[in-house]
């Protein structure tokens, strides 16, 4: 592909991921969580790739919050599709995973979304909160709503998780 104009670069590192699924089911989900959002466990490389700003974590809930930037754009000018879907994911399985107990495990199933508003650099710093409506022994339902600084709701999305116990 030819550039025609002046290109843009990025530079990011992250973590050895294996350190997160070495703590999968051997401490709990809200420990790990809270973990990472203080600073006491590297976040996840996913994290360092979109660039998140912060991460709040509560039991049942998890607040992503990012600065759009032209590294998420699509070629329509946006937030591409597949970042604003990460974002919700990330908040809806998260607020799953901030439940569970020392071990047990989860898995997304699905998630399905709804993109409202298109979001930009001009947006502004965004927040995705996730939530769990509920959970039960195998299976667990969250949402999560993306929305600018003014409340707005730019996207949502519904998540079913499957739940499974890890062996010691």
Same mark, same amino acid.
């Given at each position: 592909?030819?550039?025609?104009?002046?290109?843009?670069?990025? $530079?990011?590192?992250?973590? #050895?991921?294996?350190?997160?699924?070495s703590? *999968?089911?051997? =401490?709990?989900?809200? @420990? /790990?969580?809270? +973990?990472?959002? =203080?600073?006491?466990?590297? +976040?996840?490389? *996913?994290?360092?790739?979109?660039?998140? +700003?912060?991460?709040? /974590?509560?039991?049942?809930?998890? $607040?992503?919050?990012? @600065?759009?930037?032209?590294?998420?754009?699509?070629?329509?000018?946006?937030?591409?599709?597949?970042?604003?879907?990460?974002?919700? @994911? $990330?908040?809806?399985?998260?607020? /799953?995973? &901030?439940?569970?107990?020392?071990? /047990?495990?989860?898995? &997304?199933?699905d998630?399905?979304?709804?993109?409202?508003?298109?979001?930009?650099? +001009?947006?502004? !710093?965004?927040a995705?909160?996730? !939530?769990?409506?509920?959970?039960? !022994?195998?299976?667990?339902?969250?949402?999560?709503?993306?929305? #600018?600084?003014?409340?707005?709701?730019?996207?949502?999305?519904?998540?079913?998780?499957?739940?499974f116990? *890890?062996?010691?």
């Amino acid at each position: 592909m030819t550039q025609t104009q002046q290109e843009r670069t990025r $530079t990011f590192g992250w973590t #050895d991921p294996a350190v997160h699924a070495s703590l *999968i089911g051997r =401490r709990s989900g809200l @420990d /790990v969580l809270q +973990a990472m959002a =203080r600073g006491e466990l590297p +976040a996840p490389p *996913i994290m360092h790739l979109i660039d998140v +700003a912060s991460f709040e /974590v509560e039991e049942g809930s998890v $607040t992503v919050r990012l @600065d759009p930037q032209e590294f998420h754009y699509n070629p329509l000018g946006s937030m591409h599709g597949g970042v604003i879907s990460t974002l919700l @994911d $990330t908040a809806a399985a998260c607020s /799953v995973h &901030s439940t569970l107990p020392v071990g /047990v495990g989860y898995t &997304s199933l699905d998630l399905t979304v709804k993109f409202l508003r298109p979001v930009t650099t +001009a947006t502004g !710093r965004i927040a995705c909160t996730g !939530r769990v409506l509920q959970r039960g !022994r195998r299976t667990a339902l969250a949402e999560a709503s993306l929305t #600018d600084g003014q409340g707005r709701l730019l996207a949502h999305a519904t998540s079913s998780c499957l739940l499974f116990e *890890i062996p010691a």
